[in-house]
Every structure is written in C-alpha cells, then in structure tokens.
C-alpha cells in the first residue's frame, strides 16, 4: 500500500484513488573482466587460444556485429532503422512497430544510432608485448537498440555496443509489468500514456506495484536480462560455443531509476483548479528555475465521464504544467497528466546519488529510500501550500535565544539578510539528503545578489546556529547536514506569501488608489486587495497621511 503523508492525507476527500509505482529503470551489463586491460586480454586468450591480439582484430568485431544483426534481421523481417545523432524518438517510433498480437514474444525491431562510448585500443610496443588502453575521450560509435516483447515485463529494450567487451544497457518499466500481472490476475485496469487511470480497481493496482517494493522481489530482473541478452543480443557479436569457450558472462547493477505517485481525481476541474493553485504558492517558494506549461485543445471533464465519452477523450490533449527540483542528479517532479491525473515522480539519474550502493541486490533499498523521499517532498509541498502564521512564535523570532551555553541573536525577518537565508532554507527543505551550510551559503546568494561577496560558510553557518536555537532546523544524525522542520517552512512560507501577496501590493496602492478600467482576469484574491486598499485608504486619509 502507498506510504501515507500530508499531502495525500490532505487531497483524499478529492481522489478516486492512487497508486504507487516503479517506472522506468535502467540496468547496466558489464563483463567484469573486460573493465581492465589484464582481464581483457585474458578473455581474448581464452577466446583465441593464445593469438596475438591486434587493433584490426578488435575493430572487426563492431563490424562482424553489424552484418550479423543485418542479415538476420532481413532473414527473419525484423525492421531495422537507422537514426541520426541526438534523436529522442526512439520510444515513440518503437511503439508504433510493436505487434498488436498480445501472444509475441521476441525481438521486433532493431534501432542503430552512434553515441560516444569507451572502446579499447591496441598496439604493439617496441618490445613486442600488447598494450591496450582506453583513450580519455570516449569514441563515437554504432550501438545497437534491440526492442522486445518478454512475457513478464512486456516492452524491453537492450542498448549494446558493437565494441569488446560489448557494454550494455538495459531499460524496463514497472508500469508494464503491474499492467501484465493484472491481466494475469484479472484485475480492471485502464491504461493511458504509461498511467493507470479512471476505470481502473485502483486499490488493487496498487497491491501489485507494492509487491516490486517488498525485499527481493526485483532480483528477477537478472533473469529477464539473461533471457534476452546473450540469446537475442549478444549472439551476433559472439556465437553460442565462442560465450562459452571463453567464459563471457555479464552482471549488471542498477544505473537509472524512477519512483511515481500518481493521483486521480473524481473531476478533471478540481484537478485544474487545486494544481493551478497549488503551483502559485509553491513554486516561487521552491525556487524553480523554470515552469514549462504545454496547453492543449480540450478542456477536462467536469464529472466522471461514462464509457463512451471515455473512449472518445482517449487522445485529448490537455494542457500540461510541468515542474521539477534537482538536486545533484536527483530529480523531483510534479505534473498533470491525461484528462484527471496528477503525477508526482522521483527520478535518480544516477543511483549512486541515493548512496545505497548499485548493485542489483539494492535496489529495494532504492526505491524504499526514493519513497521516503518522494513522501518528504510532498510534506514540504503541503506545509507551504498549507502555511499558517501563529502570533506568539512570529513575535519570538526576533528575541535573543539561548543555543547552549551561549546567548545567540534572533531570527529578525524583517533584516534582508535573514529574509535570503529563510528563503533559502523553504527552497532546500525538499532536498532529499539536507542541505550543508555550505550549500544554504550558495542559495542565499542566489536569492540576494548582493551578499555574494560578503556572505560565506562562516555566516551561514552563523544563521544556522540561530535557526536551530529557535527551533526551526534540525541537525540530521550526527552528519554536518540539516533539514527545516515543517513548523519553520509553514511559518516562514505564510510570512513570505503575506509579505508579498497582502502588505506589500496593499501598501503600494493605498496611499493613491489607481484609477482606470479593472483587469480581465479578476480573482478573489484581487477583489479582496482591492476592498483592503480602499480601506486603508479611508485611514490613511483619516490619520492626514494621505490626500
């Protein structure tokens, strides 16, 4: 079952359901011994029988691969399509050949593109002995997409070199496999655009995608790589008896994974409205660097629509608000999909950021550690969405506080400096491992340009210590990481938000209320600064500060 927070506990009266899932994962396989120039080298003696080993004979198998791969493919009907540097339709030309037959199984189309990788080279020195090594920049070479049908994970795809020791790159879905286990299990599902949506026994879905969380149950993966990887993918490259003869066998680790949590709604308005909302209090606050909006045609569904007109609004486009976080290569990321989705989705480009390792046997470790921090974002998101300002603690900020034996400053907001640090710590407070005094120094420069010179570890290192005293960050273990509580990002959230949303656009036209045609777009919000300025305006006339 999902992991509960504040934020889903927070949107349930509007949901139909959720689900968590696994998405896409990507596995790396490698023949250790071929990692070395030593181990290499001893597979080619195994392989050969002891012949001199030569540059020439290195690159002649990148191009006995590549006729292999030819003739077979046109033996058998297989398309293979040969794609420029830099194109990123792969997948989408990939689904369009994949059979409607739901019994196939095998390989269905070949794809080749050239994309940099580190080959080894060869030469023989003035002593005669072989010497290999891999130039520092990495060679541009035919590497070749094999795109399956297996039985249990449904659509795969192996990415191979041509090259020894033929380094490999091989790409899943979670979604497919839940999608293929509740057809097995005679579960209703609806699937649109790689999401479960309406129509679909949620609770029962996400059964299944919790079973891909639970401690060994992902190290089936290495089953389905060797089901595919020497049989349909290798072979060309090294025949059956020459895998054999030499003792060719790759392992493979964990190199890219994503973790989503997705949301339906009963009514694709209120998804619209909530997420539109949702955005304008959050992400200035998170300091996104860019908000990229996609609109579509067609505006969602009021209700819950019925059969036909589901089937109708099947390739509706709807307008897509797309926002993400990074965090080193970590990636949060929050967006509407479909006609009443919500998806909130945690990529790691490189698990090595999770520091749980990247062996295969890890990866529940993983996604546990992806959860936690998916479920943590949200919290973040919901205590700024929902910030509230308590009278009593924004009176004691500006105090002097004891932090241990010492007598430290206050946390003054109405001070610049302090106003760019608790802005920097609302916009850390979603990185998934703290954030360093250092890094708090980095992002306060950014929200004041002008400290840039004068603000350094020292002094945020300072500001910490009066966070901390007033109890609005705490320290993580024992590590010189932080992390802000949700009582500070709530408070300091609502101050900002009523600093610039209320005091200051009140102030500014209070004192000569502008006159004119009213905007287009009036909001509530507008109606109520209008209604407080004109106010404020009566009293200021009645204090004789204004005319």
Request: glycine residues 8%; hydrophobic residues 40%; contains cysteine.
């Amino acid at each position: 079952m999902t992991q509960t927070d504040d934020f889903t506990r927070g949107l349930s009266p509007l949901l139909e359901g959720r689900y968590d899932c696994m998405d896409r994962i990507s596995l790396n396989g490698f023949y250790p011994l071929g990692c070395s120039s030593g181990g290499l080298l001893r597979w080619w003696n195994a392989l050969t029988g002891g012949q001199t080993l030569t540059e020439d004979k290195l690159r002649a198998f990148s191009g006995t691969f590549s006729r292999r791969v030819r003739s077979w493919a046109e033996k058998n009907g297989v398309p293979v399509v040969d794609f420029a540097i830099g194109d990123k339709t792969k997948h989408e030309q990939a689904e369009k050949l994949q059979p409607g037959d739901p019994a196939f199984t095998g390989v269905f189309a070949v794809f080749v593109a050239r994309a940099p990788a580190p080959i080894w080279e060869a030469y023989t020195n003035p002593k005669g002995k072989v010497v290999l090594y891999r130039p520092k920049r990495p060679a541009l070479v035919n590497h070749y997409y094999f795109h399956i049908v297996d039985r249990q994970w449904g659509h795969v795809t192996i990415r191979m070199c041509g090259h020894p020791p033929f380094p490999a790159l091989i790409m899943l879905n979670g979604h497919e496999w839940v999608e293929r286990t509740a057809g097995e299990k005679a579960v209703t599902f609806a699937k649109r655009s790689n999401c479960f949506v309406e129509g679909s026994d949620l609770p029962a879905i996400d059964r299944l995608a919790s079973r891909l969380l639970a401690p060994g149950a992902l190290l089936g993966l290495a089953e389905v790589c060797e089901r595919w990887i020497y049989s349909a993918c290798l072979c060309f490259g090294l025949t059956r008896e020459e895998q054999e003869r030499s003792g060719f066998r790759y392992q493979f680790s964990v190199f890219q994974i994503e973790y989503s949590r997705n949301f339906i709604f009963k009514s694709g308005r209120e998804l619209d409205t909530y997420y539109q909302s949702l955005i304008e209090r959050i992400w200035p606050a998170l300091d996104v660097p860019r908000l990229k909006t996609i609109f579509g045609r067609d505006k969602r569904p009021h209700l819950n629509a019925g059969r036909g007109l589901e089937k109708r609004i099947e390739h509706a486009e709807h307008d897509l608000t797309v926002f993400k976080l990074k965090f080193s290569r970590l990636e949060l990321k929050m967006y509407d999909k479909g006609a009443r989705v919500l998806r909130i989705e945690m990529i790691a480009r490189h698990v090595a950021n999770l520091r749980c390792g990247r062996l295969l046997a890890r990866i529940s470790e993983m996604l546990g550690k992806m959860r936690d921090t998916l479920c943590n974002f949200l919290n973040v998101v919901q205590a700024v969405h929902g910030g509230h300002i308590d009278g009593r603690q924004l009176d004691a900020l500006p105090a002097p506080s004891a932090y241990g034996a010492k007598r430290i400053a206050g946390v003054d907001l109405q001070k610049p400096r302090i106003q760019a640090v608790a802005s920097a710590v609302i916009a850390l407070a979603a990185a998934p491992n703290g954030f360093t005094a250092e890094e708090l120094a980095a992002q306060t420069k950014r929200h004041r340009p002008r400290l840039r010179r004068k603000y350094g570890v020292r002094q945020a290192a300072y500001d910490l210590r009066k966070l901390r005293a007033k109890g609005l960050v705490q320290r993580i273990g024992q590590t010189r990481r932080y992390r802000a509580r949700k009582r500070a990002i709530q408070t300091l959230a609502a101050w900002f938000i009523l600093r610039e949303k209320v005091i200051k656009p009140v102030l500014a036209g209070a004192g000569q209320p502008r006159a004119g045609r009213p905007r287009r777009c009036f909001t509530p919000l507008d109606e109520h600064c209008r209604a407080l300025k004109q106010q404020l305006h009566r009293t200021l006339i009645d204090l004789k500060l204004a005319a």
